[in-house]
């Protein structure tokens, strides 16, 4: 079946990197568009960044341009965030999505806390 594990999160200083990772089964990685996206407590979803199917394209948030970078590895069906210069307001939890017009498919997330 469709899995999307995240991995990566935990607890940083302000000014602090982290690298998140989503490993994908179950389903041809590939041909997918992949997203991901942040929910932080009392605020609304936020999409992050996106990219294409063959990585060759990405969009991002205003609010992390510049500082965040979206990658996939389609050989081992992994997606990526780079995330540098981290603010406390980044904290929130972050999930991949497998984007489809039929229905996005969400993994369970994981947790990014930006604290001194």
């Known amino acids: 079946q469709v899995q999307l594990v995240e991995s990566g999160g935990g607890l940083v200083q302000p000014g602090g990197s982290l690298r998140l990772a989503c490993a994908a089964s179950?389903?041809?990685?590939?041909?997918?568009?992949m997203s991901w996206y942040r929910q932080a407590p009392g605020k609304e979803r936020e999409l992050v960044a996106t990219?294409?199917?063959?990585?060759?394209?990405?969009t991002y948030a205003d609010s992390v341009k510049g500082r965040f970078t979206i990658s996939r590895d389609n050989a081992k069906s992994m997606l990526y965030l780079q995330m540098n210069s981290l603010k406390p307001e980044d904290t929130a939890v972050y999930s991949c999505?497998?984007?489809?017009?039929?229905?996005?498919?969400w993994g369970q997330g994981t947790q990014v806390t930006v604290s001194s």
């Open positions: 999505v497998r984007r489809w017009a039929g229905g996005d498919y």
């Open positions: 179950g389903f041809s990685f590939s041909i997918f568009i």
């Open positions: 990219i294409t199917a063959g990585g060759d394209g990405a």
